[in-house]
């Protein structure tokens, strides 16, 4: 599977959860490093924020920001 999102792409997290501490208010994201498929195949992305540090996501928990459509 190849990746849908480059590196400075900006991103937003499509189902945050209720829990989720790490979510930003405005919920966009910029993508920092492209990872290679977990052993179910899907990619995966090091996402960042100002202000909230780094986190991993798979590619199926982001979407492309609404402007970048």
């Known amino acids: 599977?190849?990746?849908?999102?480059?590196?400075?792409?900006?991103?937003?997290?499509?189902?945050?959860?209720f829990s989720d501490k790490r979510a930003t208010a405005s919920g966009i994201y910029e993508v920092t490093?492209?990872?290679?498929?977990?052993?179910?195949?899907?990619?995966?992305y090091r996402?960042?924020?100002?202000?909230?540090?780094e986190r991993a996501v798979r590619e199926s928990q982001i979407a492309a920001r609404a402007s970048d459509l």
């Not at 490093?33 to 995966?44: F, K």
């Open 1 to 17: 599977m190849s990746h849908k999102y480059k590196v400075h792409q900006l991103v937003r997290i499509t189902h945050p959860t």
């Open 33 to 44: 490093r492209l990872m290679p498929a977990d052993q179910t195949g899907e990619v995966s």
């Open 47 to 53: 996402i960042r924020s100002s202000g909230f540090g």
